[in-house]
Structures are given as structure tokens and as C-alpha cells.
């Protein structure tokens, strides 16, 4: 192979030629120091003169890269007439026989990058950018971020919570964080979280607690795991251990519709469906072994387990549902078997009754409530409203009958906060509450971590094959 110029697209052309395995020839009166070693060290053969026609009898190969365009040109035509191919390094590669594109090498991976030799600096603007990308990724773990009921209370943690239309805002942020491969938001009554596939300078340098405004908090107020505890965090999770009502099953459909926003988004691919199957594949052993240990409880069923305790004569009672969505509709089972009659308030979606429940239940539009509320001694609500439904000043004076009980199972808070403080004419329990309630029901938790932790460190192979995938190698250190 024939290189003329002793520059640094010189050296780059000869150092490409070298990896191949290819013997090169190097012409040019002076060349830069790397190429001077290179012929020291008889790596290549140099002749330290200007270009001769003679010189490409004999070639395979021929790379005009001096710094003179018509000495190109020159080199170009007498290859040419040699029939040997030619590349240009300049103005004049259209009419060059080939091109040879930036190339990228990291490890056992190999991009090369070419514009068909119409924008030098575009291409090498692009394998730099892929540089820092590759480098990125040779770093990557798991990453969760986020707060939830064991660090603040209901109403510390409302302005953290992201609702639609702010958490598609926050997540295409994110998206533009170098680093920060895939992810998904939960955003449930009880915790805001990010888990992601990161770079180590992604998940540490604080742009991910600014966005989601945790820099306002202090360290202690939310968390920050990483690699196995981050994985292990999810699993426990998606378990139900991290709900305010251990064991419980909706964050299972939580995280799958989270999983899925994000795809549709085009926040997560497969590195987030894997991540999530992993987190369902453990948290099913873990509630196989767990259980048989606890007396578990979907929220719905908590807050009537409460009003059991807390009501005298619940048969006799009215109680009013607001919310039609999954707790919604188990609230209202329960009490029918419990013989209330329930007042069952929707906002667009008219619910289906059941063959025979007709009688029991009253259906009325959100916007009826102050025509209803005289009439009920019981309130329980779980809507997705990012303002109260239940308001203190408008409503207060429509609770007629005496020791109203109001259930708050919503997050961002379905029932205004200020009738916290109504005394014993307005009792009010919301999710903090309940949490604290069901664990003094149900006794201590110890027994139960153990055996997660057990579990856990059992299929701590499973994290492994995750981050061996992320990072793109095999046990062996070789790419997969």
C-alpha cells in the first residue's frame, strides 16, 4: 500500500493499513513523529522524497493525502492510468476510486462512519459523538431515583408527584441526557421513581435529582441505588414489600403500564422489557414465599378493614364512593357485601352495575356531589385529580350528619388537607394513615425482609446477565 503525505491524515491512513495487516509504503520529504517511529522500528518502509510516478508500480493501493491539492491530483491520474485504485484525502475524492470512512474501535466493537467523502468534519463529528456514546455505555448499570411514603408523608410528597401531562414534560427531558440509555417513570400513590439504564456519570452527577426536583429535598428524603441494590429495590417493588400495604398487587399493572408508556415514548426498548420481566420473574418467588407470612391486602381492602374498626354499625351506614378505576370498583364490592348502600360518583365513565346491585347503589355525576354529601356518613376516594375533590370551604357545610368519616386513598390528596384539622365532627384518614394502622394490625415486617433478602441474593445471576448485557460483554469479558 501506497501512502503519500506524512501528515496526520498520513498517519491516520497508515496506522488503518497497519491493523489490517497490510505492508506500507510511505513517501513524503517529512512526516510527523509517530510516523518517523513507525519507520525507525522498520514498521513501514519510508522513502523521505517527494512523490514519483515510479511509485505505484506494484501497489495495491493508493492514498493521496499531501497537502497540496494538485500534487493529488497528480498522484490520482498517474494511478489511474496504472489501474491501481486511488483514494483522495481532499477536493478531489469525487473522482477517486474508493473512500475510506471514520472509524470507531472499542473493544471487540467496530463503526465505521462515511458520508461517501462529501463531509469530512460531519463524519468525524459523528464517530466522536458514537466515541463518548461507546465510552458511555462501557460503564452503564441500573439506576432507580426516586421518594416514596418511607421517606415523606402524603403531603410532603404531592408536589413531587408527576401526573400526566408532567411527566411527559420530565421524561423527554431525560431523553436528552447524554447517558441515559433507557427508562421509565413509576408514579404511584406512594412513590415517584426513575429507573434507568445509565452511565456511572449520568446517575451521579445530579442532573436526574434537579429534573425531578428532589435537589430541593434534603439527601435524606429520597433515595439513590445503583447495580444489584438498584435491581434488588425493583423486585421488592414490584412485589408489593414497598407498598404502604405489604404484598399488595396493583403495582404489578403499575409498572407494566409504566413499562409501556415509556416504549411508546420512545424512553425504553429492550433493556427496560428485559429489566421488567427480570422484576416479575423474581417478585413472583418472592410472594410464593412471603404469603403464607403475611395477611396480604390491596389498598381497597385496607381502607375497609379500617372502617370496619373505626365505624359502629357499617351495615346502616351510606357510604359514598368517589372513583371509578380499579380501587374504585373493589370499594364498592366491599361494601355491598358488607350491606352498606353506596353512592357511586364518576366522572366520565358511567360504571356497569352488577345484575341485582342496582338497588344498593346510587350512580351520580362528580359534579352532584353537593346534592349527595348530606346524606352520607361515610366517604372513601381514589381518583386521579391533581386537586382536591372533596374542598373545605364549598363542602364542609354539606356534611350534615355528625362524625362523617372521609378515606383518602388518592395521591396527589383526593380530600382537602385542611379538614385534618375539622376535630371529631370530621375524621379524616389518608394513606399515611392507613400504612401506620395495617402494620400495627399486622405486627412486624422483620421476618418477611429476611426472606426477601434470602431470595434476592439467589438470583442475584439474573442482575449479572442484565449488566453483562448492557455493557455488552459475556463472562469472559468478550462481546454479546
Not at 11 to 22: C, F, P, S, T
Not at 183 to 202: P, Q, Y
Not at 250 to 255: E, F, I, K, N, Y
Not at 342 to 355: D, M
Request: charge should be negative; proline fraction near 3%; glycine fraction near 8%.
Amino acid at each position: 500500500m501506497l501512502v503519500v503525505g506524512g501528515g496526520r491524515v498520513g498517519q491516520r491512513k497508515v496506522e488503518l493499513l497497519l491493523d489490517a495487516g497490510a505492508g506500507v509504503m510511505l513517501v513524503c520529504p517529512t512526516c510527523v513523529d509517530e510516523l518517523q517511529t513507525l519507520a525507525q522500528t522498520g514498521a513501514i518502509r519510508y522513502g523521505e522524497r517527494m512523490f514519483e510516478d515510479s511509485d505505484v508500480a506494484g501497489c495495491t493501493l493508493v492514498f493521496a493525502c499531501t497537502d497540496n491539492k494538485h500534487v493529488n491530483r497528480h498522484i490520482l491520474e498517474i494511478a489511474k492510468a496504472a489501474k491501481i485504485p486511488c483514494c483522495c484525502a481532499d477536493g478531489n475524492w469525487p473522482d477517486g476510486d474508493f473512500v475510506t470512512p471514520a472509524i470507531i474501535r472499542a473493544g471487540d466493537v467496530m463503526i465505521a462512519v462515511s458520508t461517501s467523502g462529501k463531509s469530512c468534519r460531519q463524519s468525524r463529528l459523528i464517530k466522536d459523538n458514537l466515541r463518548m456514546h461507546l465510552d458511555s455505555i462501557e460503564s452503564s448499570d441500573l439506576l432507580v431515583l426516586g421518594t416514596s411514603h418511607e421517606y415523606l408523608c402524603s403531603g410532603e410528597r404531592a408536589p413531587f408527584h408527576l401526573l400526566l401531562r408532567e411527566r411527559e414534560r420530565i421524561g423527554e427531558m431525560i431523553r436528552q441526557v447524554w447517558g441515559v440509555h433507557e427508562f421509565f417513570i413509576l408514579n404511584t400513590c406512594n412513590r415517584i421513581e426513575v429507573v434507568a439504564a445509565t452511565s456511572k456519570e449520568a446517575g451521579t452527577c445530579g442532573v436526574l435529582q434537579r429534573l425531578l426536583r428532589f435537589d430541593q429535598l434534603s439527601p435524606d428524603l429520597y433515595y439513590v441505588k445503583h447495580g444489584f441494590e438498584a435491581f434488588s429495590h425493583l423486585c421488592m417493588v414490584t412485589a408489593g414489600m414497598g407498598s404502604q400495604t405489604p404484598g399488595e398487587f396493583h403495582v404489578v399493572s403499575q409498572l407494566k403500564d409504566a413499562v409501556d408508556e415509556a416504549a411508546a415514548r420512545g424512553w425504553a426498548g429492550s433493556i427496560v422489557r428485559e429489566l421488567c420481566d427480570a422484576a416479575l420473574h423474581v417478585s413472583k418467588d418472592i410472594r410464593h414465599e412471603v404469603e403464607p407470612l403475611l395477611d396480604v391486602a390491596e389498598i381497597e381492602e385496607v381502607g375497609l378493614r379500617y372502617l370496619d374498626s373505626e365505624v359502629a354499625d357499617l351495615a346502616s351506614r351510606c357510604a359514598l364512593v368517589i372513583g371509578t378505576g380499579v380501587v374504585g370498583q373493589g370499594l364498592v364490592e366491599g361494601l355491598l357485601k358488607r350491606g352498606c348502600r353506596c353512592v357511586w360518583a364518576y366522572h366520565r365513565q358511567v360504571p356497569e352495575l352488577s345484575a341485582g346491585s342496582e338497588r344498593q347503589i346510587e350512580l351520580v355525576q362528580l359534579d352532584a356531589l353537593d346534592r349527595v354529601l348530606p346524606t352520607v356518613d361515610v366517604i372513601i376516594s381514589a381518583v386521579d385529580s391533581q386537586d382536591p375533590v372533596v374542598r373545605l370551604a364549598p363542602h364542609k357545610a354539606l356534611l350534615k350528619k355528625q362524625g362523617v368519616m372521609m378515606i383518602d386513598l388518592g395521591m396527589p390528596r383526593n380530600i382537602d388537607p385542611a379538614f385534618d384539622t375539622c376535630g371529631d365532627s370530621l375524621r379524616v384518614a389518608d394513606l399515611d394513615v392507613l400504612k401506620r394502622w395495617y402494620r400495627t394490625a399486622n405486627g412486624t415486617l422483620d421476618k418477611v425482609l429476611e426472606v426477601c433478602d434470602t431470595i434476592l441474593n439467589e438470583h442475584r445471576d439474573i442482575y449479572e446477565r442484565m449488566r453483562r448485557s448492557i455493557q455488552g460483554t459475556s463472562d469472559n469479558g468478550k462481546e454479546s
